[in-house]
């Protein structure tokens, strides 16, 4: 039953000293693959977090793929090179002078520069160093022709500037004299209203409409569904719950709440609506597990392949054969939401952009980077992403084994809610790919992860299970 999957957008790439995807350091040996089901803890293995792969691998990031790459000049054989040290920088959440003489370098040569340079150098910046690089974003928002990299350079200026709804003016008019057709921009909507009510305002979060009709049996009907319930603020650990296909949530054997904590936060916190951004809010379909069979990043726990509208066909989407060869169209995503407050709700719009805008592969997976890096942050042990959610997974640094795997438990949750069980007794094995669908919605703006009694409390309020 096992299916591969390669690296792609939404996942974590090994970058090697020219830039490029290097096989050799992303390759997984067979020893490090998971078993048959059932999958127990004990079934995962990765040599990758073995405490001397670590520290190879952390000084490789330090001294190779930064500071030496950064030691060269920029030129168009070593462009790829500068790529790789962003990325390594952005992993390692590096924010010194070498990395911040490296960014101002590359956005002063923004023009000369390939595309996917330009995008990576401003996703950086806005990621490492907020409060920087003025001028040179406010070059980009003049000069640049591409929705992205405006929405990109926008957002950094617009957040030193007051936030949006005092910069978003002057923004909005340079945006609508360089993109006249901005309304046929997915990216370019999802800014405007990003800027007006959304993060990227300032304004105090809206309160999500009420919960019910989402939790709800009626909604999903006959499908499992995990509920990712997250913070505005994405650097706090969010909690997944999920809900059986017969509409009532799985449970412990205990009788408590099945949960585990997910973060939804990306390396650099740009929105859901740009490459690389958080995770967006909304409803993404689940058609399956598969195991990254080429990425040490994510490990050898399974993860669920979860797909934005647009990404997936309506037929795959819906899990619907009866729509094969039809079109998507924002009603028919809006559709499938509950009638009334959620249909219009913004934050259920950030799935549909960022589908259309043709961000794809944002999985739900676990994780094998070491949580040292992260040591002082707010989400620590956890792990930040390129766009996944993830799972906090802790492994032995001496056998490579693994120590806790909330993934794993979450794709056992998924797996029973699939027929309709809770947990207890042996952990369920699938005789097909599990099906269902994946709600992420932020819950509140509070600056503190979002706990396990926090969810049951909500469970209780909205479901009519006791």
Request: aromatic share 8%; with cysteine.
């Given at each position: 039953m096992?299916r591969?999957l390669?690296?792609g957008t939404g996942?974590?790439?090994?970058?090697?000293a020219?830039?490029?995807v290097?096989?050799?350091?992303?390759?997984?040996?067979?020893a490090d693959e998971?078993a048959?089901w059932?999958?127990?803890?004990s079934d995962l293995?990765?040599?990758?977090?073995l405490?001397?792969q670590r520290?190879?691998?952390l000084?490789?990031?330090?001294?190779?793929?930064?500071?030496d790459?950064f030691a060269?000049?920029l030129t168009t054989?070593?462009e790829?090179?500068?790529?790789g040290?962003l990325?390594?920088a952005?992993?390692?959440?590096?924010?010194?002078?070498t990395?911040?003489e490296?960014?101002?370098?590359?956005?002063r040569a923004h023009?000369?520069?390939g595309?996917e340079?330009?995008?990576?150098?401003?996703e950086?910046a806005y990621?490492?160093?907020?409060?920087?690089?003025a001028d040179?974003m406010s070059?980009v928002?003049?000069?640049?022709?591409?929705?992205?990299?405006?929405a990109?350079?926008?957002?950094h200026l617009?957040?030193?500037?007051g936030?949006?709804r005092?910069?978003?003016p002057?923004?909005?008019?340079l945006?609508?004299q360089q993109?006249?057709r901005?309304?046929t921009?997915p990216i370019?909507?999802?800014l405007e209203?990003?800027a007006?009510?959304?993060?990227?305002?300032g304004?105090?979060?809206?309160?999500?409409?009420p919960?019910e009709?989402l939790?709800?049996?009626?909604?999903?009907?006959g499908?499992?569904?995990?509920?990712s319930?997250?913070r505005?603020n994405r650097?706090y650990e969010g909690r997944a719950?999920?809900?059986?296909?017969d509409g009532r949530?799985?449970?412990n054997?205990?009788?408590s709440?099945?949960?585990?904590?997910?973060m939804?936060?990306?390396?650099s916190?740009?929105?859901g609506?740009l490459?690389?951004g958080n995770t967006?809010?909304?409803v993404?379909?689940?058609?399956?597990?598969?195991?990254?069979?080429?990425?040490?990043?994510?490990?050898?726990?399974?993860f669920l392949?979860?797909?934005?509208?647009?990404?997936?066909?309506p037929d795959t989407w819906?899990?619907d054969?009866?729509l094969?060869?039809?079109?998507?169209?924002?009603?028919?995503?809006?559709?499938?939401?509950?009638?009334?407050e959620?249909?219009v709700a913004?934050?259920?719009?950030?799935?549909w952009?960022?589908?259309?805008?043709?961000?794809?592969e944002m999985?739900t997976h676990g994780?094998c980077?070491?949580?040292?890096y992260?040591?002082?942050m707010p989400w620590h042990?956890n792990?930040?992403s390129?766009?996944?959610?993830?799972?906090l997974e802790?492994?032995?640094?001496?056998?490579?084994?693994?120590l806790?795997?909330?993934q794993l438990?979450?794709?056992?949750?998924?797996?029973?809610?699939?027929?309709?069980?809770?947990?207890?007794g042996a952990p369920?094995g699938?005789?097909s790919?599990p099906?269902?669908?994946?709600?992420?919605?932020e819950?509140?703006?509070?600056?503190?992860p979002v706990s396990?009694?926090e969810?049951e409390?909500?469970?209780r309020?909205?479901?009519r299970q006791k």
């Amino acid at each position: 039953m096992k299916r591969w999957l390669a690296m792609g957008t939404g996942l974590w790439l090994m970058i090697s000293a020219s830039g490029a995807v290097s096989s050799a350091e992303a390759a997984v040996t067979a020893a490090d693959e998971p078993a048959t089901w059932p999958l127990r803890l004990s079934d995962l293995h990765s040599s990758f977090v073995l405490a001397q792969q670590r520290a190879a691998l952390l000084r490789e990031l330090k001294d190779k793929k930064i500071r030496d790459t950064f030691a060269q000049p920029l030129t168009t054989a070593t462009e790829a090179g500068w790529r790789g040290g962003l990325w390594a920088a952005g992993l390692l959440q590096q924010r010194d002078a070498t990395v911040r003489e490296a960014l101002r370098t590359l956005l002063r040569a923004h023009a000369s520069l390939g595309a996917e340079t330009q995008r990576q150098a401003l996703e950086t910046a806005y990621g490492l160093f907020p409060s920087e690089f003025a001028d040179e974003m406010s070059s980009v928002v003049q000069t640049t022709t591409n929705p992205k990299l405006f929405a990109m350079a926008a957002l950094h200026l617009m957040r030193q500037r007051g936030a949006g709804r005092k910069a978003w003016p002057d923004v909005a008019a340079l945006m609508r004299q360089q993109f006249p057709r901005w309304r046929t921009e997915p990216i370019l909507l999802a800014l405007e209203a990003d800027a007006t009510c959304g993060r990227a305002s300032g304004l105090p979060m809206r309160k999500p409409p009420p919960l019910e009709p989402l939790l709800a049996p009626s909604f999903a009907p006959g499908r499992p569904v995990i509920y990712s319930l997250q913070r505005r603020n994405r650097d706090y650990e969010g909690r997944a719950i999920v809900r059986r296909a017969d509409g009532r949530f799985v449970r412990n054997p205990d009788g408590s709440l099945f949960s585990v904590g997910q973060m939804a936060r990306s390396n650099s916190n740009l929105p859901g609506y740009l490459t690389n951004g958080n995770t967006p809010q909304g409803v993404f379909t689940i058609v399956g597990l598969g195991v990254a069979r080429t990425n040490k990043f994510i490990g050898p726990t399974p993860f669920l392949e979860s797909m934005l509208p647009v990404e997936a066909t309506p037929d795959t989407w819906f899990h619907d054969p009866a729509l094969a060869g039809t079109s998507w169209t924002l009603e028919m995503y809006l559709s499938f939401l509950p009638p009334g407050e959620w249909r219009v709700a913004a934050s259920m719009l950030e799935a549909w952009y960022a589908g259309t805008a043709g961000r794809s592969e944002m999985l739900t997976h676990g994780t094998c980077i070491d949580p040292d890096y992260y040591k002082g942050m707010p989400w620590h042990p956890n792990s930040p992403s390129l766009g996944c959610l993830t799972a906090l997974e802790l492994w032995d640094g001496a056998s490579g084994r693994a120590l806790r795997s909330d993934q794993l438990s979450l794709v056992q949750a998924f797996m029973a809610a699939a027929a309709n069980r809770d947990l207890s007794g042996a952990p369920p094995g699938p005789a097909s790919q599990p099906k269902g669908y994946l709600v992420v919605i932020e819950i509140s703006d509070e600056a503190r992860p979002v706990s396990p009694s926090e969810a049951e409390r909500l469970v209780r309020r909205t479901s009519r299970q006791k």
